[in-house]
Structure formats: C-alpha cells, structure tokens
C-alpha cells in the first residue's frame, strides 16, 4: 500500500489508533523476535579498495579507492594509495555509489498528520521521531542513508519536516541530519479539501473544501505572517531607539506557527509542497511569488510534465514516483515519461517513496527513468542523490562522492540498476551500519533457527512435534 | 489565584467555609508501645514507642512513656513504618469520557459540553475529588495512606492534590494543593490539538504564552501607566508559576522518547520538572540524569512486547518467535528500572502507577528489590522520597516528631514476601485491617494455585460498582464449572458476557469487554469472595480502577 494511498484512507476518518495498533500487531509478528544490533565503531580511518565508484558528480571510475577520514572522503581516485593504517574494505568487483536519499518519507515517526487544523506550521517532525524502527535497518539495507522525514498531505500547510541519517542503533537524537535547513511540508488538492472521504459523525466538513479554498488559506497564512513580522519588525526598531532610563518596549506575542512562515519568506525555511494537477502548482508558484519565497520542491508532482517550462523557471525540484499513479481522481493524468520530460525541461527531479517498503528499492525506480524517456544514467542517479539532496539543502554534504563530503554509501554487489544486484553494505559517516555478511537476514534467522533445532535435545522435539 | 494554598485549606467538597477550619485530624493521643519502629530517617529502633497526639506524632523512642491521657495500643513486636504514599492516582475523579476513536482519527462526537479535554492547566483536583470509600479501603488496606491525585490523561491536566486515605475524607483534610501541573502527551479527539504532533507544538505555545503573560502582568503591576490592563486568562495564569520554576511541572512519561521528548521541554522552559511514570527510564538515565529532578516511577511494568526499542537493541538473538526467550531477556532490565535509576544516583519514588491494585504494587516492589533494588532505598522510595518530591518532606514520609501520624503496621517485614498488614494510621486515626480468609499476599491472577477449594460463584449476584458519581448498580448471572465460569452482567447500560471467569480459593477475576462508540474497552475484575459476598476492585483500561461490593441473592 502506497503511503499515500495510506495517508488517505487515515483521512477517510478510520480510526487511526486501531490501524497503527493493528499495524503494530502484525509488524511485531512478522519481526524476528530480536537479534543483537551491535553498533558500529566511529570509523577513524577507512579505505574502499579497487570498486567501481560511481561519483554521480563527475563520472564513473572503473576500478578506485575511496579513502574516508573521520567520517568524510579524504581522497577519491583510480591512484588514490591506502593510508597506513586504514581499516580496508576490498570491493574488488562491486559498486559504489552516493548513499540514497529519499526525499519524500514518513518513517520513524510516531505520528505523521495534525489533522485538525488545516494550518499547523507549528508541529515539527522532530518532536515525534522513533529510533527503533526497524525500517531504518530495512532501508539501510536498500543503500538509504538519509530521509526526508514529512508531515502528512492532510493540512494546507503541515508540520515542520525532519531531515534525518539513518545512524540506526544511536540515540534518537544523533538520527537528526546536523546542519540540515529547516524545512515544511505544504499539501494541495484533495487530500487538503477532504473530497475522497466522509468527515466522522459529528465532524463538520472542514474548510477548505475546494482548490480555491486552498489558495485562500494560504494567502492568508502568509497574509498574517506578512503583519507578524512586520510587528516584529517594529518592535526590533522601537528597541533600537529606547534611550537609557526608558522603558523597553512590550515584545510582540511569539507565535510558533507564523515564526515557521516568516522563516519560509525569509528563504530560511524550504517548502516541500505535496501536489498533483498542473492548475494547482501553477497557483502555488503564483502565491510563492507573490510572497517572496521559492518553493524547494513539489511532491509527487504527477502532471509536472505539463508545466515543466514553468516549474523550472521557478528554480522548484520536482520529487515524482517513477510510475505509481491512477489511485485517485487527481492522479489519473500521469505517465511513466514525467520525470523524464521534466529532466529534459531543465527541472532537478528526485525519485521518492512516500513508502517504507518502496524505499528500499528506490535504485529501481531511478533505473525506471533510462527506460521511459531515456534519462541519461547520470540523471537517474542524480535522482536519488545529488536532486534530493539540493531539494533538502544538503548538497555541501551529501548526494555525490567528492572529496570533504560526508562518507555516506552504498556499496552493490553490481551495477545498481541491474535487476539482480543488491546492496552489500552501507556506509554513515563512515560507519558501517548494514553488512549483508552479519545482517539478520531471512537466511541467518533461518541458518540459526536450524542450528538450534539441531541441538534440541530429540524427545522434546518429538513431544512437541509439528504443531 | 488559588495557588499555594496551606494544608488542609483546599477547595470544597463539602460546604464552603469562610473561616480557617481545622483539618479534622484524630483528637487525643495514642500510645503504640513494644514496636519495632522504621523510622526510615533516623534508623530502625528495635522495640520503642510513638506517642500520637491530635494527629501528629509527638514523641518517638526506645525510652518514651506513654502519657497518662492515651489510649495504649500494645503491638507485641509487630513493625511500624511510615504510612505509603503513591504519586500517582485518579482516585475519586470523575472518569474522562471514553475515546471514541483513534488519536487524530478524524471521526467521533467531539466531547460532551463541560466535560475535560486535557487542556485544563486552571483545573484544581481538589475541588472535584468523590472518592468512594470502598476505593479508599482498598488502598489503605495495602499500606497506602496518601495519594497524589491528578486526573490520568491530558495534555495540560491540572493541578494535583496529595490526598490521606481517610474513610470520612473531605477536601478539608488535603494535605497540600496544588502539589504540581500535570503534563502528559494525549491530544484532544476530533480537535486541535489531535496529535502527538500537536500536542507538543500547543504545549511549548502555551509556556510562551505563559512567559510573556508573566512579563506582562510585572509591567503592569511595576507601572501601569501607559499599558492596558492584561487580560484575565485563567489557563495562562495557572501555567505562570509553572514557567518560572516556581512550581514543579509533573510531566506523565512512560517509554524512552516519551521521556526524552518531556526533558526536552522541561530544558526548553526551564521547569521544574518531574518525570512521573517513567517505566522505560533505564533507557533515558543519561537523560534524566542531566535533568537533575527526580522521578517517579511506576512499578506497573510494561510487558516486554510493549517496551520499545528492545526487539532490536538490548536483547540476546533468539530464535523468530521465541516470545519466552524475547520475554525472559526484557523482564530483568524491566524490573530492574528502579535498580537502574539507584545505580545512576537519580531520586525517585516508587508509585503503583494508578491501576495496580496494592498487592500487586507491593508485589512489584519486591520483583523491583529481586532485581537489584536495596530494599531500604525502595522503603525509602515508598515514604520518605515521595513525600519530598510532593513537597511535603517536612510533613510526611518518616516516622519524626512533628509529622503526621500517618503509619503502616506489619506482621513480617512489609517488602518481604510474608507481610500481613494488620493496621493502618492516619492523621493519626486508627483503622484495622482485617485479614481475608484466604492467603492475603498475591491474591487473585492465579498467584496461588493451591489457596484451597475454589469458591462457589455460581448463581445471581447484585454488583455494586463504586464510582466518583456514586454506586452503579448491576445484575451477575453466572454458571461455574470447576475453578472457571461464563455469564452475563447486566446493568441500565445493556448486557455483556462476563469472559475469562476465573476462581482460585476465593479470589476471583473476570472480565467483560464493552463497545463504546466503535472501540472496545475490556474491565477486569477482581474480588475476594466470601460466603455470599464479594468485594474487589474493577480495572478500567486508562481510567484507574473502581471498587465494588457483590451479594449473591439466596435461592
């Protein structure tokens, strides 16, 4: 089931407690009952030996070294030396590539819509993550390194997202990307007008209920944000001008949700804005200008094909799934070409999940772009690197395989678009936080599960039997 | 503004009264003479006397003659500590209405007109506690003489009231009001705020609503001249002591994020903060450590299942769907919380949660002590560190003079594993407690298998369900077959099967499960039966429990 999909059928008024509850039943079942996660060691000095590199940034380098220091690349190179001293990973025969970044997700987090306001700017990702999920492990598995956590498509606009690294087995608060810029979620169509379902019983149906309504919500979000920073703007002037012995002036009310918007004008915050049809990203860009802000990304964006020109004169990205679509009215319109043509339109495109599961494959979906449209294999690898990485403002740090960036990686058995390679290992800051050679996969659990039946002493074996 | 209030001047339950009254305290003196006396604060005196007058202790030691005037009480050699205080209670409040769906679900009725929200930093518990006796009884009769009672969700709940367990208890005899704002995590249904997500956002917009209503109010009241009178805003107003530290912020939080999300806000405002609940706090210690208050920690342990984090950090590699080993792994680390919190040399008190009945309270006490815990730290944890963390160090939790006589009186050491109960002090009144027939430790949940034949259950039973809004009357049909039995309960509510019956000597459990609005709640109950009669407690999932009291009709 598509996140967004699910996200939806929340919307419908089903009580959302007793799916998560449900959810959290059959999760707990399909998990292995435990296994030791050990966590790695800060990796001091590392060198990935005689591997395929794909740099993403400036081509591919057929058999290098990657040297990483302190958690960053230190040198990368067909001649690059090993450093004395280095822990050495042979990669003789496989791939690496940029860790992934998936800029459109949902995990880890305890809650996902505020759903009674259709503004709540004021809510932050952050508040609710979860570090023991054990999709962070699962998405490590899938060359994912980093995600764009985001509020739900219910509210106009959202939460505060969360950028985070998949440090699985660290505190909560180390999963947080340091030094990413702040961001928001902003949502448009029918999910914000509620349109594919019944409000509960006595629930009125909320404002707003149209495309129209939606802009005039966001209007005069921005409206009253305008008036609050300007109050804002007074009272800093006011406190300017305050001579010895006078009063300091009273400060103005410190409103959490308008702060968030102010920092959207100010360009201090980036908007990730959940949309569909070709009329409302039109509207959203018309109202961005008007406001004085770009926005960062459309989500989704499944008729972006038809205003490509526009979006990428807006400096917007454009995170699409790959060909997911017909789940809903406003997503009838799509084709497998979008992200191609967008790509070909001069707009930074991503390839996102908005799924858990979908997240783990997502080198997949970027190989599907070569084959609809003939995106170049650079371009689709940017797609779930370099593109989202610009979209979350981390390009300094993340999305290609450059000297002084963070060590995030994925390493593949082969080429990661070729239908049968799979990850091998997988790198945060240098650190190796999935190694399919001790993960506990399926086999492992199955390799030990056999072992202990071994040795099972035979009479309880039998006295239980097959049951 | 109502804070601040001296002991025993709460609010009314009763009459409203202009004139200080007194708390109602026993008048005269007692004398316990040949007692083995806890003091907890000043060591253990192996045969001495406390001498009681009007309610507080007057005289404690190994040479203390009893005054002329007192009534002697000889305990031959049975032990004396200071009454169990538990921080964490909903006793005698109103029952908030059941969810009627999901957080954030977007359907249900929104809540009746009046009823709570969780968003009620201005409620004062002191002015609306009913408890039933029944339910008073029932705490007493495990050691328990004060509760701190606060209503049990919400995000901004209220201010608590440290409450003794007297039979005729009236809010006259609160010992201190407001003891702290009670802060917990659940949103509002079908409202803002709906979510986790909200529910912070709101509570950190509250605190600087909070902040800058403080200045504003100091402004004005410093010079008024030129500024328009702040408007009265009751929430705020009870939020501003709160802000600036002035009182403690006890803030509901069970798993590790709960507790590392309340630090958060804690450090963010600069409260005063409590952590209450706090089961998973092993895992937060480096956490709560920093924060530097104490806790409270309940000892209604989470089932390994529900602990978070476990299945994919702390535990040894089992084979898939090994529960039992997954289970064995967990239980230690839960039990030793406290033990955990001891090592890492953070304050807390040990507190039954709210919804563990008192042996079992007392019986998770000792698997905490089993697990690691110095037995004299958790007493500790059950007198004296509560009553510090409740602001009342100088009143209660010791056996001192000057303090209130609040006392337990054992056969057996109290955390031991053969501990009798036999009396209970407070405000220096004397209750006896009357030992049931059948083993008095771990009764009911099948703790002892062979406690002698089961009961006769079997026929029509009138139930009489305590609730803070009076009895709530009930018919029980029930056939039994063997040390199990099926029926059905019914009441002006309609009809349930009565599942899971349950008899073991003479206790009894079973429960029913109600369809309230969608949702269903299951309510456990427990009971001692004796002859034709019942008595036990009703286990309201979220709500605390209820007494209740059932005759069976004669043939």
Redesign the interface.
């Known amino acids: 089931m598509n996140r967004d999909q699910l996200r939806d059928g929340?919307?419908r008024?089903?009580?959302?407690?007793?799916?998560?509850?449900v959810a959290a039943a059959s999760l707990?079942a399909q998990?292995?009952?435990?296994?030791?996660?050990p966590i790695p060691p800060a990796a001091h000095l590392v060198a990935i030996t005689n591997a395929t590199i794909l740099t993403v940034s400036h081509g591919t380098i057929p058999r290098g070294t990657i040297v990483i220091r302190e958690g960053k690349i230190a040198a990368v190179g067909a001649d690059v030396a090993v450093p004395a001293g280095a822990q050495v990973i042979d990669a003789t025969g496989r791939y690496v590539m940029p860790g992934i970044i998936d800029e459109h997700s949902h995990s880890a987090a305890?809650?996902?819509?505020?759903?009674?306001?259709s503004v709540?700017a004021?809510?932050?990702?952050a508040?609710?993550?979860?570090?023991?999920m054990?999709t962070i492990?699962w998405q490590l598995a899938g060359g994912v390194t980093a995600v764009n956590v985001l509020?739900g498509s219910a509210n106009t606009i959202g939460?505060q997202n969360a950028v985070l690294k998949l440090r699985w087995?660290l505190p909560?608060?180390s999963l947080l990307f340091e030094g990413a810029p702040p961001g928001i979620k902003f949502a448009l169509g029918e999910n914000v007008k509620e349109s594919n379902f019944q409000?509960?019983?006595?629930?009125e149906r909320r404002y707003p209920a149209t495309r129209m309504g939606v802009e005039e919500v966001l209007r005069d979000a921005f409206t009253r944000a305008v008036a609050y920073r300007t109050e804002w703007q007074q009272y800093e002037a006011a406190r300017r001008a305050v001579r010895r012995g006078q009063?300091e002036p009273?400060?103005p009310?410190?409103?959490?949700q308008l702060d968030a918007l102010v920092e959207v004008m100010d360009g201090r915050r980036l908007v990730h804005a959940h949309c569909y049809r070709a009329d409302e990203i039109l509207m959203l860009l018309r109202v961005a200008h008007d406001f004085g802000f770009r926005v960062a990304s459309l989500e989704h964006v499944l008729e972006g094909y038809k205003v490509a020109d526009e979006i990428a004169a807006a400096g917007t990205g454009a995170s699409t799934f790959a060909d997911f679509w017909g789940y809903k009215l406003e997503a009838y319109d799509a084709i497998p070409y979008n992200a191609a043509l967008m790509t070909q339109h001069g707009v930074a495109v991503a390839i996102n999940s908005d799924d858990d599961e979908r997240a783990r494959r997502l080198y997949q979906d970027a190989a599907k772009t070569m084959h609809y449209g003939g995106v170049s294999e650079t371009d689709a690898l940017k797609m779930i690197t370099l593109n989202p990485a610009r979209m979350l403002g981390v390009e300094n740090r993340v999305g290609s395989i450059d000297v002084g960036k963070d060590a995030d990686l994925a390493i593949f058995s082969g080429h990661p678009f070729a239908p049968a390679s799979r990850v091998e290992m997988t790198l945060v800051d240098g650190r190796v936080f999935f190694d399919r050679t001790t993960a506990?996969t399926l086999e492992h659990?199955m390799q030990?599960?056999q072992e202990?039946r071994q040795h099972r002493p035979a009479a309880a074996a039998t006295d239980k039997g097959e049951q | 503004m109502r804070l601040a209030l001296p002991a025993c001047a709460g609010a009314l339950l009763t009459v409203a009264l202009a004139a200080p009254a007194p708390c109602g305290a026993q008048e005269g003196a007692w004398a316990l003479t040949n007692a083995r006396i806890e003091t907890v604060t000043k060591g253990v005196i192996e045969r001495g006397t406390i001498v009681v007058r009007d309610g507080l202790i007057q005289a404690v030691g190994a040479d203390v003659a009893p005054p002329a005037d007192a009534r002697v009480l000889d305990l031959n050699g049975r032990t004396v500590y200071p009454g169990l205080i538990d921080l964490i209670s909903n006793l005698g409040l109103a029952a908030a209405p059941a969810p009627t769906a999901g957080r954030g679900g977007g359907g249900g009725t929104p809540a009746a007109e009046g009823a709570p929200t969780g968003l009620e930093a201005d409620r004062m518990v002191a002015d609306e506690i009913k408890p039933a006796v029944a339910d008073i009884r029932n705490l007493r009769d495990g050691g328990i003489t004060a509760v701190l009672v606060a209503p049990a969700r919400g995000a901004f709940r209220g201010f608590s009231a440290l409450v003794p367990l007297r039979d005729s208890l009236t809010a006259r005899a609160i010992i201190r009001s407001p003891v702290a704002e009670n802060l917990g995590f659940e949103g509002v249904q079908g409202r803002y705020p709906g979510t986790l997500l909200g529910v912070i956002a709101y509570e950190r917009q509250a605190f600087y609503d909070a902040k800058r209503q403080a200045l504003l109010l100091d402004r004005y009241r410093a010079n008024p001249l030129g500024m328009r009178r702040p408007a009265y805003d009751g929430a705020l107003a009870a939020l501003i002591p709160v802000v600036k530290g002035e009182l403690p912020a006890f803030f509901f939080a069970k798993s590790e994020n709960e507790i590392r999300r309340a630090v958060r806000i804690g450090r963010e405002f600069g409260l005063k903060l409590t952590i209450v609940g706090a089961t998973e706090a092993f895992r937060a210690t480096d956490a709560l450590k920093a924060a530097g208050q104490p806790v409270v920690v309940s000892v209604d342990f989470p089932k390994p299942t529900e602990v978070t984090g476990w299945q994919y950090r702390w535990t040894e590699r089992h084979a898939p769907g090994d529960s039992a080993a997954a289970d064995s792994a967990a239980r230690p680390a839960i039990e030793g919380n406290a033990a955990a919190l001891n090592s890492a040399g953070i304050r807390f008190a040990l507190s039954s949660g709210g919804s563990l009945r008192p042996s079992e309270f007392l019986g998770n006490v000792r698997k905490a002590i089993a697990a690691g815990l110095p037995r004299d730290v958790a007493l500790q944890a059950l007198t004296i560190r509560p009553a510090e963390i409740a602001g009342v160090g100088e009143q209660l939790g010791s056996i001192e003079p000057g303090k209130i006589a609040n006392f337990v009186v054992t056969e057996g050491d109290l955390l031991g594993d053969s501990a009798k109960v036999r009396a209970v002090f407070v405000d220096g009144e004397r209750y006896e407690v009357v030992a049931p027939p059948a083993a008095p430790a771990g009764r009911g949940r099948g703790a002892e298998a062979g406690a002698g034949p089961a009961a006769d259950v079997g026929g029509t039973w009138d139930v009489s369900v305590s609730t803070p809004q009076g009895a709530n009357q009930a018919t029980m049909t029930v056939t039994q077959s063997g040390t199990s039995f099926t029926g059905q309960l019914t009441s002006e509510m309609g009809s349930a099967a009565v599942d899971n019956g349950q008899v073991t000597g003479s206790s009894v459990s079973w429960t029913i499960t109600l369809n309230l609005g969608g949702q269903s709640m299951t309510i456990t109950f427990h009971g001692d039966v004796e002859g034709n009669r019942m008595r036990g407690s009703a286990d309201i999932p979220g709500m605390g429990s209820a007494g209740f009291t059932a005759q069976k009709r004669t043939p």
């Open positions: 929340e919307l008024g089903i009580a959302v407690a007793l799916i998560s509850v707990a998990q292995p009952a435990s296994f030791t996660m305890e809650a996902v819509n505020e759903f009674s306001n709540t004021e809510v932050r990702m508040d609710v993550i979860r570090e023991d054990p492990y509020h939460g087995g909560v608060d409000p509960g019983p006595g629930r009063a009273m400060p009310r410190r409103d959490l506990p659990l030990q599960l202990q």
